[in-house]
């Protein structure tokens, strides 16, 4: 096995403030590195020292990809602990890894968008932010919002609901069972996203709006529990400058990430 420790750092132009990043690849020849490492023993393990999404162009062939953020003067330790399974990972991402550079917004649009004339820059994609963008535009992320793998596997359950409709005043509770399926005790964060099926305004395809992160062991099963209110189904109208929810059809979709969805139930909003 080889475990290769690469990625940025906190250089100008690289993961630096009041400096963009030149190129969504991995600087100092590491992606010819990883390349070449791959061609002589093909076990190998990535452990990406970033704040951000890089170029990956040998995913396909990569066993394993250890996210590893800036974790200072306990990183080594805290990385040893996770390679050699002393400790079972459980960490999510809180953005998504896009496939290509032009998959992002802030990418599919005229240069006022990015990088700005040196005064302005307008965020065009609106709310469609993050993993809303890849929904809306049917851009499949690399690694989604929301993603975490572990060393042992969770099986998700049907939901149940409270109430098939929400009456003003009135909450709405989805529940759903996790097993832990693996032969480790790990933990999992469960992720609840609602959507609109039909608006008047243009609206994301799926919201978080809610996870849990449960500690189960072997065969172990939970419920997990949601509480969905009516404000939660509110928008942003510029027209009233103002929050309103509209009646009709939601749906509530549940799983490990943005991009793995276990189970989905559908509700009402009632008038």
Known sequence: MVIVVGGLNKNRFQDCEDGDRKSFGLPFGQERLVDELLEV???VVLALIS??????????RLP????VWYLGSMGGYALADVLSGAVNPSGR??????????????????????????????YKEDIFVGYRWHDSKGHE?????????SYTSFEYGQPSLSAADIIP??????????????????????????????CTLPRPVKELKGFRKIELAPGETRAVEFTVTPADLRFYDPEISG????????????????????????????E
């Open 51 to 60: 704040g951000n999404a890089v170029e990956l162009p040998w995913i396909d």
């Open 141 to 149: 992320a690399l690694f989604p919002f929301g993603h975490g793998l």
């Open 64 to 67: 394993a990809l250890l996210q």
């Open 243 to 270: 929050w309103r929810s509209e009646p009709g059809t939601f749906k509530a979709y549940i799983g490990a990430s943005s991009g793995d969805i276990r189970k989905t139930v559908t509700f009402s909003l009632s």
């Open 41 to 43: 023993n093909p076990n």
């Open 169 to 198: 005043g009135e909450d709405l509770r989805i529940t759903v069972p996790v097993t832990n399926t693996g032969q480790l005790t790990g933990k999992e964060t469960v992720q609840l996203y609602l959507g609109d099926v039909e």
């Open 93 to 122: 991402l809180p953005f998504s890894f896009p496939a290509r550079l032009e998959d992002c917004g802030a990418h599919s649009f005229d240069g006022l968008c990015y990088p700005g004339d040196g005064e302005r820059e307008v």
